[in-house]
Structure formats: structure tokens, C-alpha cells
């Protein structure tokens, strides 16, 4: 079985100690790290080394509802305060769990149970890998959350990848399917998309301006490889640094 990989986000050393000690009994946890505050565990989840944070609400540097609602990428989360007013809001940022401090062994196995639980389901659901079938001369079809969904091209601003996942970014939504984005550089149409990133490709025509190292493309900005960087340049008909 492979296990949930978690980090404890807490500003009381005390609160990290018990919380390391409850997840050392748990088989199907692993602890990649315990942080004072939640701006140190933020490399982790942007490179998605992390799959839960015990995420405590109130600390100095940043609250911890404030640092989920900051994430892009969110991990499974669940809280851990002193301060039970707070656990509507908590949910309201679909946090798995809500625990009141002190917390007893028997109410966080509860709680990692929740985690474990959902993971399985998720991983039941995986959508089939994309083929050749699935690609058209003007759209592409992605099967997701048990549906089948087509995305034409025109309306694709970028596709972002996520370990062995890539999320399509459209204007309308936003689709996450089994997929590499290897295999869509090398199938989807190249005079209308491009690879800037080991994580990205975009839609030449909704690239809206370069900027040094990135790009700005549909209100967000994303970063260019060192790689790929040549390709970008050459796109907007300019010399390279």
C-alpha cells in the first residue's frame, strides 16, 4: 500500500511533537516533515511531495486558512486549533477534517481514516489514458469524473501537468485527466501549441504577452524553461537574450 505522504504545520513545538508521534502509529502515513511555519512546507507542495498537511490556524506569519485559500495546488488538508469557531469556515474550504485541540489518538486516526478513504475513491475513479482516438483535427476528447468531454482547441488556453495528471485550462473550466503532457507536445497540432515548461503548454494564440522568464496567458503568469525558451522568443519574432 502506498502511503499518504503529510507534513504538521504548527507554531507550538509541543503540538508538532504529539502530532509526529500520532502519525509514527499510523501505517499508511509518512511524515516528509514537521514546520513552524506554513511558507516552509510550500517547495514540497508545489513539487507535490506532499498529499496532507495537519495545518494548524492560528500562527504568526500567516494564518493557516489564509495559507490554504493562497494554494493553487491544495493538498488534502485537515485543521487542527484551539479555536472551535473557526470549523465553519474550515469546511467551507472543503478541508477533510476539523480537529480540536488537545486531540486524543482515537479522533485523528478518525480523521486520517477520512483521508485514506478518499484517496482510495479517487484512485478507483483514475479516467482511462488518453490514444490516438481521442485526438481531432479541431478538438480532443478527455474522459474524467466518469464523463467524456470535449475541449476544442480554440477554446484551450494552457494545459498544466501534475506528476502522471494534467489539468486542461479552458475558458469556461478547468478538466484533470490521466494523461503526459510528452504525448500531447508530440499529438495535439503544433502550429497552435506550444511546450515553454517541463509543466506547461500553452495556446499560441491566447499568449497575451512575454515578460522576461514568463508569460502572461489567460489573467495568469507562467514560467518559461531555460529549454524552451528559444521557441518562445522565436514566437514573438525577437532576438534572445
Excluded: W
Aim: aromatic content about 10%; some cysteine.
Amino acid at each position: 500500500m502506498k502511503k499518504i505522504r503529510c507534513a504538521v504545520i504548527d507554531d507550538e513545538a509541543l503540538a508538532r511533537k504529539y502530532m509526529k508521534d500520532y502519525v509514527s502509529k499510523v501505517p499508511f502515513l509518512e511524515l516528509v516533515g514537521d514546520y513552524n511555519s506554513p511558507l516552509k512546507v510550500m517547495p514540497l507542495i508545489q513539487d507535490g511531495k506532499v498529499d496532507l498537511l495537519f495545518l494548524d490556524i492560528q500562527m504568526p506569519d500567516i494564518s493557516g486558512l489564509d495559507f490554504l485559500k493562497s494554494l493553487d495546488r491544495k493538498p488534502y488538508v485537515v485543521f487542527t486549533t484551539a479555536y472551535r469557531e473557526y470549523a465553519l469556515e474550515g469546511y467551507d474550504l472543503d478541508v477533510v477534517d476539523y480537529l480540536l485541540k488537545p486531540i486524543s489518538f482515537d479522533r485523528f486516526l478518525k480523521a486520517t481514516n477520512k483521508v485514506h478513504a478518499k484517496i482510495q475513491d479517487k484512485t478507483s475513479d483514475q479516467p482511462a489514458p488518453l490514444d490516438d482516438s481521442n485526438y481531432h483535427a479541431n478538438f480532443i476528447i478527455i474522459r474524467a469524473d466518469r464523463k467524456h468531454y470535449k475541449i476544442n482547441y480554440d477554446d484551450l488556453i494552457f494545459i498544466e501537468g501534475q506528476r502522471s495528471y494534467v489539468t486542461f485550462h479552458t475558458s469556461s473550466k478547468r478538466i484533470t485527466a490521466l494523461a503526459s503532457l510528452k504525448d500531447l507536445e508530440e499529438k495535439l497540432p503544433e502550429n497552435q501549441f506550444l511546450r515553454i515548461h517541463k509543466s506547461y503548454i500553452v495556446s499560441k494564440k491566447q499568449i497575451d504577452a512575454l515578460e522576461g522568464n514568463q508569460i502572461e496567458i489567460g489573467g495568469k503568469k507562467i514560467p518559461i524553461g531555460k529549454s524552451y525558451k528559444a521557441d518562445v522568443v522565436k514566437l514573438f519574432g525577437i532576438e534572445g537574450d
